[in-house]
């Protein structure tokens, strides 16, 4: 069983349609929780840092974590074209600075 | 600011030749790291380097990588020999906090290795 768990998608949604996309996983270790957005040839670039359980709010952007279900969302308000990419879901522990990886969801925004 | 350079951004070599992947990290930043992507796999992380030491080394997958980082700024990742399983997207990220909720990875795009 992998550690973190992502619908690989694609995810095709209208423009102006609100995104929820989610990742779960298994080590009750993990403590913080990170968004990455992958353009085609591009790295991962970061876009939400969460700690913990609770919601963070940046923009169009809404980062949920509930630990007790071991579960995160980003939700994406107002999506737009230029949104479409990969979403990568990572997370570590207290432990050390490795990133463990979700396997990335592909959305697509159409005008 | 120039932001994570990583060259070549593409390598296409067979099986049992040698490769080496070279990461620039933004400048001042202490932590380097490499993460790769195999065919249908997720991002997994391979090494950590503080300035130039060896923080974590957990990721490597043998003794057929090997990862430098002399005089703590650029860093080189030397696969040899190569083998089929190899190939994949090879990413380096470096970050100018340690631990704590401010660090931020900055990536590079990444050179995509490709072993026939």
């Known amino acids: 069983q992998k550690e973190v768990e992502q619908d690989p998608g694609p995810l095709s949604v209208p423009e102006g349609a609100i995104v929820s996309l989610n990742c779960t996983y298994s080590n009750s270790a993990f403590q913080y929780f990170m968004w990455y957005r992958q353009y085609s040839r591009k790295g991962p670039e970061l876009l939400m840092y969460?700690?913990?359980?609770g919601n963070k709010e940046d923009g169009r952007f809404t980062a949920q974590v509930d630990k007790s279900s071991k579960y995160i969302s980003l939700f994406i308000r107002d999506s737009q074209p230029s949104d479409s990419a990969t979403y990568l879901c990572a997370m570590r522990d207290n432990a050390g600075n490795m990133l463990t990886f979700g396997g990335g969801t592909r959305l697509m925004v159409k005008p | 600011e120039a932001g994570v350079t990583q060259f070549p951004s593409h390598s296409v070599i067979e099986k049992g030749q040698t490769v080496t992947l070279r990461c620039d990290p933004i400048s001042g930043h202490d932590n380097l790291y490499w993460y790769r992507r195999v065919m249908g796999k997720e991002i997994k992380f391979l090494l950590h380097f503080v300035k130039e030491s060896k923080q974590d080394e957990s990721g490597m997958p043998n003794n057929r990588f090997l990862a430098e980082r002399t005089g703590g700024t650029y860093s080189t990742l030397k696969v040899q020999p190569a083998e089929l399983e190899d190939s994949g997207v090879y990413f380096c990220a470096s970050s100018q906090e340690l631990r704590g909720l401010t660090e931020k990875l900055f990536f590079g795009s990444g050179t995509q290795l490709s072993v026939l």
């Open positions: 969460t700690y913990s359980s």
